[in-house]
């Protein structure tokens, strides 16, 4: 992971010394400006969410409202890029409820992870991050149903499908 990965050079001069994937942890203002091409750059295989530094070089509020807009900017230059969802930042303090809001707050938005400060939140957050029980019948029945021949029929069985199919993967990667 590459902290505060804010230019297209900051991982080329990073692998050159070091060729391994980089994992870009966006955590300025510039970063954020800069994620699509950050994304984009070689070796870079997921962007993170450094939210603390990020609202400390902002001044940008905690609320999941003010922090929308960055979230919804590296879910999208990750998707551009064709990289996975990036990793939401960690939550301060050691509320399991607060840890549990802010995943449901991310993932709603996009993210696909979550960094985490306390080893004790881990487990957590992978239960979290899992779909339910409920979730993954959906996912299936979905599958089933639009993977026939000529069933896809209208504009939205194709998102439908696209959900379930990114449900099962993520139920498998937190089995």
Not at 12 to 26: D, G
Not at 63 to 89: H, K, N, Q, T
Not at 113 to 132: E, V
Not at 137 to 165: M, N
Request: glycine share 10%.
């Amino acid at each position: 992971m590459l902290a505060k990965s804010s230019h297209r050079a900051d991982v080329e001069l990073t692998r050159e010394r070091l060729p391994v994937p980089v994992i870009a942890l966006i955590e300025s203002a510039t970063g954020m400006e800069n994620a699509s091409s950050l994304s984009h750059t070689e070796g870079v295989t997921r962007l993170a969410f450094g939210i603390g530094d990020f609202r400390r070089d902002t001044g940008i509020g905690g609320d999941p409202m003010a922090l929308a807009y960055p979230r919804s900017r590296l879910v999208i230059a990750s998707r551009a890029a064709g990289l996975p969802g990036p990793i939401d930042g960690p939550t301060i303090g050691a509320s399991i409820a607060d840890l549990a809001a802010d995943i449901v707050t991310a993932t709603g938005m996009g993210m696909t992870g979550k960094l985490c400060l306390r080893t004790a939140q881990a487990p957590i957050i992978n239960q979290q991050l899992r779909p339910d029980d409920d979730e993954v019948e959906w996912a299936t029945g979905v599958i089933r149903k639009l993977t026939r021949p000529g069933v896809v029929v209208d504009g939205a069985d194709k998102p439908r499908l696209a959900r379930a199919r990114a449900l099962l993967e993520r139920d498998e990667a937190f089995r």
